[in-house]
């Protein structure tokens, strides 16, 4: 069955460096998303990208954030200058034209020491 | 008022025993309901979703919506060790573009004890 996969499984970074956190979608699925989980938290929203261009942003998506496609087939989460707050499970999630529903990846833990 | 509420147990079952999961919501613009199992330090998986008010089994589970009520429900039937998780349900509106924001509980976990 085909999945989502992410990389890397676990991130460690020091505070104020720029991390880019990867997902592999579904073959043919073409709405991408991230969402993060803080430990002990909800899941959360982040971002919808779709056709190129990001479709709908939380607030916890500010200027430090960006995602993009660079290659047609990775789909790629940024934070350029990490905070300790921005330690949490990020996963991805991809769903197709005719799904009603996301498939979402197993996650990479950020620690921000 | 939470988009969604979910009662975060912990819930502690015998093995066997019937399991009822639940959330309310209070955005009447969702349509579509999921519940995902989340296993420790692992991303959501998908069990079940519904689009409409009613019943829908897929084996041992039963999800169950009543949008009069903004409530759903999912039930484990013989419950196994193996179900014990964190279980998320979640909710979405499908706009005009297609794609949609999942709104999750914050989710119940669930022991089944052998």
């Known amino acids: 069955e085909p999945e989502v996969t992410q990389t890397p499984s676990h991130q460690v970074t020091q505070m104020g460096q720029e991390v880019i956190l990867r997902c592999v979608p579904i073959?043919?699925?073409?709405?991408f998303y991230w969402y993060r989980q803080i430990l002990g938290q909800k899941v959360e929203f982040l971002v919808s990208?779709?056709?190129?261009?990001?479709?709908?942003k939380s607030e916890i998506f500010d200027d430090q954030f960006s995602v993009e496609r660079p290659d047609g087939s990775n789909f790629t989460l940024k934070i350029r200058s990490t905070k300790l707050e921005d330690s949490a499970m990020y996963f991805c999630a991809t769903k197709g034209t005719s799904a009603d529903t996301q498939y979402f990846g197993p996650g990479t833990r950020l620690t921000v020491l | 008022q939470k988009e969604v509420e979910q009662d975060p147990g912990p819930l502690s079952v015998p093995e066997g025993a019937i399991v009822s999961l639940n959330c309310t919501y209070s955005n009447s613009a969702f349509q579509y309901f999921m519940w995902y199992r989340q296993y420790s330090r692992k991303g959501p998986e998908l069990l079940m979703y519904?689009?409409?008010?009613g019943n829908k089994e897929d084996g041992r589970f039963t999800a169950q919506v009543d949008k009069s009520s903004k409530y759903i429900s999912l039930f484990i039937r013989d419950s196994q060790p193996s179900d014990s998780a964190t279980y998320l349900c979640?909710?979405?509106?499908?706009?005009?573009?297609?794609?949609?924001?999942?709104?999750f509980g914050t989710g119940t976990k669930l022991q089944v004890i052998p």
């Open positions: 519904t689009y409409s008010s």
């Open positions: 979640a909710m979405t509106l499908l706009n005009s573009g297609g794609y949609q924001k999942v709104t």
């Open positions: 073959s043919n699925h073409l709405y």
């Open positions: 990208f779709y056709n190129n261009e990001i479709s709908e």
